[in-house]
């Protein structure tokens, strides 16, 4: 079924909670959606399940996850798994759909590969400043597709970059990553615009971390003051 056939059932369909992710530092929920006799898979956050971060906002993981999606599919990346904000069973949250991965794949050796659909990830998280991504945030499916999830910790005004993907440090991004970059600087704040979901700081800071991509020309290198990696890494 195509995307926007799904983003409607999502979006439209009656939701009900089935079970939790227990592991999840916030309230993450697995969950179905019906409409018009066609059922999705999907996880739901409600915001008002959200624990408060020190260095985050209070009920904004949501919006982060949501503005997270809208830069990988405005940007044709495709490595967010559809993803809506709504009402559900216990407020307004987040709700993305269900990906089922390749079992076969042994995660631990995965994340390590030079692929390039990693390589993408990696590209990705450097634009929205994820704080967070943990090899088991990493979600291949059995048509060699690769997605993310837990978007949340995303798009800090300060350099936060946090992740297991540190394959390309310092080369150089290719010509098809430049013309990604440069289109999210033109359309930034016009066509492409993120203000009621984040920060006029936070889109500047978006904006800052495009332009200096851009003028380096290289895949970003580790914060010296700020950890490199998550903890756990998985």
């Not at 010509?175 to 016009?190: C, H, T, V, Y």
């Amino acid at each position: 079924m195509a995307t926007d056939d799904n983003r409607s059932i999502l979006t439209l369909g009656e939701m009900s909670v089935t079970g939790r992710l227990v592991d999840a530092s916030n309230a993450t929920l697995f969950a179905t959606v019906n409409y018009d006799s066609t059922e999705i898979a999907c996880i739901y956050k409600p915001v008002a399940g959200e624990r408060p971060l020190w260095d985050f906002p209070d009920g904004t993981l949501a919006d982060r996850e949501y503005a997270a999606f809208l830069v990988s599919d405005f940007l044709g990346l495709d490595l967010v798994p559809l993803t809506i904000l709504r009402e559900g069973p216990y407020g307004m949250g987040m709700v993305q759909e269900w990906i089922d991965i390749d079992e076969s794949i042994d995660l631990a050796a995965y994340f390590s590969q030079d692929l390039p659909q990693l390589r993408s990830m990696a590209f990705f998280d450097a634009i929205i400043n994820n704080t967070d991504r943990k090899i088991g945030h990493l979600l291949p499916d059995d048509k060699g597709h690769l997605y993310g999830c837990d978007h949340g910790v995303t798009f800090h005004e300060e350099d936060k970059l946090r992740t297991v993907l540190w394959q390309w440090a310092g080369d150089e991004l290719s010509s098809e990553e430049l013309n990604s970059l440069n289109i999210l600087k033109d359309a930034l704040g016009k066509e492409f615009d993120l203000s009621q979901h984040l920060t006029e700081i936070e889109i500047e800071a978006l904006r800052v971390r495009v332009t200096r991509l851009l003028e380096n020309g290289v895949m970003p290198l580790p914060n010296p003051e700020w950890p490199a990696i998550p903890w756990p890494a998985f």
